[in-house]
């Protein structure tokens, strides 16, 4: 479960995990499922869903800080600026022998390569926002944030 995914295994998890639709009340549940999620894990994580240019869910759970708020900002500006999870961005720049945040272009005050950020996208639409989770090491919070887009999927 901790195996860091491929590059194309990231890149086909975006496309899968793509929805037909997606409302306030999606966001909701969305945020409530990954919330219950983190709890049955005993997780202390901070959540945020982004869309529409506005947060529609945001959660800080029992143990986590304002750093995590930090974490989510960066994270969520990547997804928005590049359109991929923070996860795949990072990992494709390490892929080239450099960090994500050395590039010249970013600043990592304001973006980073950790995953935990994922793109919320409609089928066959573009970016609509981003699911964020901060507070477990980076491949926990991607896995967290997919497993929960994939059960908000089924349901619809």
Excluded at 22 to 33: P, R, T, V
Excluded at 71 to 93: C, D, E, M, P
Excluded at 97 to 126: K, M, N, V
Aim: include cysteine; charged fraction near 15%; glycine fraction near 10%.
């Amino acid at each position: 479960m901790n195996d860091q995914p491929s590059l194309q295994q990231l890149l086909q998890q975006e496309h899968q995990l793509a929805l037909p639709q997606f409302s306030h009340e999606h966001a909701w549940q969305l945020g409530c499922l990954l919330r219950d999620m983190a709890q049955a894990q005993a997780a202390a994580v901070a959540i945020e869903i982004h869309a529409y240019g506005q947060v529609l869910f945001s959660c800080a759970m029992a143990g986590t800080s304002q750093d995590n708020q930090h974490w989510i900002t960066r994270k969520r500006n990547s997804v928005l600026r590049f359109g991929h999870s923070s996860l795949y961005l990072g990992a494709y720049q390490r892929s080239k022998g450099r960090e994500f945040e050395q590039q010249p272009h970013i600043d990592a005050s304001q973006y980073c390569g950790h995953g935990g950020s994922f793109p919320l996208r409609l089928q066959g639409g573009g970016l609509i926002g981003a699911a964020t989770v901060s507070g477990l090491p980076q491949l926990e919070d991607h896995q967290l944030v997919t497993a929960a887009l994939a059960r908000l999927l089924a349901g619809q």
